[in-house]
């Protein structure tokens, strides 16, 4: 199985999957905005900017992928499933156990030379209440799915990682 993750990784088609995964998630993540009016909070926002951190780590995979840029990618996307998993289950914790000390910011605080609230609001500027639970499936809330969907994303990360010391087997065509 390693070995086949590695060879998976050497090429576009995995990287692109990867990116396309993550890209219909933040389409999701817009849809519920703009189309079922959900109120997206600042840890949402903060999540959104994982998934687009996984997002950017597919496509710089797929831009090269049998050199050694693949490791950047790689570690792009490490970074991006671990931040994502850590702000999902903050915001989990915050909806199953409300205390009015703990509580999230009122806007989003990027840094001032990607003010991403200011570029793009209608997709990072927060407008909702983080303990408020807006929607649910499977009994499920938009954060505990997002801790599944995270550790999912970084499960197989460190798969993809432990999986370059394993080099592809060289096929012959008659089976030697």
């Given at each position: 199985?390693?070995?086949?993750?590695?060879?998976?990784?050497?090429?576009?088609?995995?990287?692109?999957?990867?990116?396309?995964?993550?890209?219909?998630?933040?389409?999701?993540?817009?849809?519920?905005?703009?189309?079922?009016?959900?109120k997206?909070?600042?840890?949402?926002?903060?999540?959104?900017?994982?998934?687009?951190?996984?997002?950017?780590?597919?496509?710089?995979?797929?831009?090269?992928?049998?050199?050694?840029?693949?490791?950047?990618?790689?570690?792009?996307?490490?970074?991006s499933?671990?931040?994502?998993?850590?702000?999902?289950?903050?915001?989990t914790?915050?909806?199953?156990?409300?205390?009015?000390?703990?509580?999230?910011?009122?806007?989003a605080?990027?840094?001032?030379?990607?003010?991403?609230?200011?570029?793009?609001?209608?997709?990072?500027?927060?407008?909702?209440?983080?303990?408020?639970?807006?929607?649910?499936?499977?009994?499920?809330?938009?954060?505990?799915?997002?801790?599944?969907i995270?550790?999912?994303?970084?499960?197989?990360?460190?798969?993809?990682?432990?999986?370059?010391?394993?080099?592809?087997?060289?096929?012959?065509?008659?089976?030697?």
């Open positions: 199985m390693l070995q086949f993750l590695n060879q998976c990784s050497r090429g576009r088609g995995a990287w692109l999957l990867l990116a396309l995964t993550a890209l219909a998630l933040e389409l999701a993540a817009l849809y519920f905005q703009h189309v079922m009016l959900l997206p909070c600042v840890m949402c926002i903060y999540e959104r900017c994982a998934l687009l951190g996984v997002f950017f780590a597919g496509v710089v995979g797929a831009l090269a992928p049998a050199t050694p840029l693949r490791y950047v990618a790689l570690l792009g996307w490490i970074y499933a671990w931040e994502g998993l850590r702000l999902s289950w903050e915001h914790m915050i909806q199953l156990h409300p205390s009015p000390f703990t509580t999230c910011d009122f806007a605080r990027f840094p001032s030379w990607l003010p991403l609230d200011k570029w793009v609001p209608g997709m990072f500027v927060a407008t909702g209440d983080c303990a408020e639970k807006q929607w649910e499936f499977l009994s499920l809330g938009m954060p505990q799915w997002l801790v599944v995270s550790a999912g994303y970084l499960l197989v990360a460190l798969l993809v990682l432990l999986a370059q010391f394993f080099r592809p087997r060289k096929r012959d065509l008659f089976g030697r």
